[in-house]
């Protein structure tokens, strides 16, 4: 993956292969759920193999988590582990781990990403992935549907089986038929045309105009404050009032928001 893109239709393939090895896992019973690129290895004949089954857990012997604990890597971790239901999960969740491993493949970027721990947690609980085919337009629709089927949020909402997402993989490869195996085309942006530019370009250069941006940010500092001693409904409280003091700055001087999370925001006038 760091090495060099991988075609659209090599990333279902292997995710399809992948998903013949969580269908076998799973009729015996046992949930991986740490499904990521380090828990892949590729063999000479680019077979993938699915390994490290170490936070996986079996029907067969009775092992469930505490409900409340998170356990899997946060990056590829379903909404339902984000959100401590680690004592629920089935194999739907490895589905949605393997969604987010074809998202990577086809768009060489998770569908959520954040340094802070919490902000991530937040965002796979709450935020839909950008739409795959915005990021690399030679996928196609019906992989891209694929692709976020098995990432739903909602555990009912995805492929019920990890052979039902293995069919439909190999269906879009199928269905491309001699289409897949076009070289992909990367895009590239027109060069620019310096003296030789158009009337009616050089006419909207000459127009445009430098225009001075205030921004303003808000962080909200909690490094001082002991974790223990913090209360729940005492913080929420707090950034709901930072959230309507800043409603009430943007509408007075006619701001817009940059970007706003559960710890920061960033507005600009």
């Given amino acids: 993956m760091k090495s060099q893109p991988c075609r659209w239709r090599d990333a279902a393939l292997i995710a399809a292969q992948l998903a013949d090895a969580l269908a076998h896992a ?13 828990n892949v290895m590729m063999l000479s004949d680019d077979q993938p193999v699915l390994i490290d089954f170490g936070l996986a857990i079996s029907d067969a012997h009775g092992e469930r ?21 680690a004592h629920r ?21 998770l569908p959520f990403n954040s340094k802070s721990t919490l902000e991530l947690l937040r965002q796979i609980r ?36 990890a052979a039902d997402l293995a069919d439909a993989l190999r269906r879009v490869i199928q269905q491309a038929g001699d ?21 009616r370009s050089a006419s909207r250069l000459h127009e445009s105009e430098r225009r001075q941006i205030t921004t303003l940010y808000l962080d909200l500092d909690d490094s001082d404050v002991d974790a223990d001693d913090l209360d729940p409904e005492e913080l929420r409280s707090v950034v709901q009032r ?20 559960s710890e920061a925001m960033q507005v600009y006038f």
């Fill in 179 to 199: 289409d897949a195996e076009a070289p992909t085309q990367s895009y590239q942006p027109p060069a620019e045309q310096e003296p030789g530019l158009s009337s």
């Fill in 126 to 161: 709450e935020d839909d992935p950008q739409p795959p085919r915005q990021i690399a337009q030679d996928i196609p629709l019906e992989l891209e549907q694929v692709c976020l089927k098995a990432m739903s949020k909602r555990i009912n909402d995805r492929y019920t089986t």
């Fill in 242 to 261: 930072i959230r309507e003091l800043t409603a009430r700055i943007l509408t007075r001087f006619g701001g817009h928001f940059a970007q706003s999370t």
């Fill in 89 to 109: 999960i089935d194999g739907r969740t490895d589905i949605y781990g393997l969604g987010v491993m074809l998202y990577q493949l086809l768009c060489r970027k």
């Fill in 26 to 38: 799973h009729a015996q019973g046992t949930v991986h759920r740490d499904i990521k690129p380090s």
């Fill in 65 to 85: 988590e505490t409900p409340g604990m998170v356990s899997g890597t946060v990056g590829y971790m379903s909404p339902e582990q984000a959100l401590g239901k």
